[in-house]
């Protein structure tokens, strides 16, 4: 019998309990975002942001630019009730906020950026400022 069959056989007859021993426990406060994640990408004339940010709202989330300084801040609320006969049992709520914020190489056009927010993935497109451009300086 090779190592694996033998761990195999062992995995057979633990519990659940004890084959989840070593995992944390899973807590409504792990559905928040403790960041939020993006994807940022460089095109001639743009630049394209996905950031997740789930359970938050149109309305909960905020975009500033300033300058090449992009900021996204939100806010979530995740609310679950559960009722027996009319009477709330359990009323769990989690409230809070998560936020990021970036710079990129060149100066975003403020006045042209659209954000669209779709599944819990805000879509940012950020148009590069007209005669900002990067440039290599020389040491002497």
Not at 10 to 23: A, H
Not at 41 to 53: D, P
Request: proline share 4%; aromatic share 4%; net charge neutral.
């Amino acid at each position: 019998m090779n190592a694996l069959s033998r761990l195999e056989s062992l995995d057979k007859l633990l519990p659940d309990l004890f084959r989840n021993f070593g995992r944390p426990l899973r807590t409504a406060a792990e559905d928040f975002p403790a960041e939020i994640r993006l994807d940022v990408s460089e095109g001639e004339k743009e630049y394209t942001v996905r950031a997740e940010v789930p359970g938050a709202k149109k309305d909960d989330i905020r975009v500033t630019v300033d300058g090449n300084y992009v900021s996204i801040t939100c806010e979530v609320r995740k609310e679950r009730q559960e009722k027996s006969q009319g009477r709330v049992l359990v009323q769990e709520t989690t409230i809070g906020s998560a936020s990021r914020g970036f710079s990129l190489a060149h100066e975003i056009d403020a006045g042209a950026v659209v954000a669209k927010l779709e599944d819990g993935v805000l879509q940012l497109t950020l148009p590069k400022r007209a005669g900002a451009h990067s440039r290599l300086i020389t040491v002497q």
